[in-house]
């Protein structure tokens, strides 16, 4: 249990920054799925057109911590190269 008022302080931010982190990984993960569903579905352009709004999401999770820049480059390389098979 936090004593100090800094280690008080700490939980506050940390509980903050949870909230903050959870909508954005939830935000990050249905662009992706939103890729991942119409590659299944097979519909080339939707897929494109999702991957297109998917891909700066990831980056931008990326840029502010929330996955690792090369998680993030390889997930984009890996739906790009997806896509491209379908053609």
């Given at each position: 249990?936090?004593?100090?008022?800094?280690?008080?302080?700490?939980?506050?931010?940390?509980?903050?920054?949870?909230?903050?982190?959870?909508?954005?990984?939830?935000?990050?993960?249905?662009?992706?799925?939103?890729?991942?569903?119409?590659?299944?579905?097979?519909?080339?352009?939707?897929?494109?057109?999702?991957?297109?709004?998917?891909?700066?999401?990831?980056?931008?999770?990326?840029?502010?911590?929330?996955?690792?820049?090369?998680?993030?480059?390889?997930?984009?390389?890996?739906?790009?190269a997806?896509?491209?098979?379908?053609?």
């Open positions: 249990m936090a004593n100090s008022p800094q280690s008080k302080k700490r939980v506050r931010q940390t509980e903050r920054r949870t909230e903050v982190n959870r909508n954005r990984r939830s935000r990050m993960r249905g662009y992706v799925r939103g890729v991942e569903e119409a590659i299944e579905s097979g519909n080339s352009a939707a897929a494109k057109e999702a991957f297109l709004a998917a891909e700066p999401q990831l980056m931008r999770s990326a840029q502010k911590g929330l996955v690792h820049k090369n998680a993030a480059s390889r997930k984009v390389s890996r739906l790009s997806r896509i491209k098979a379908m053609a």
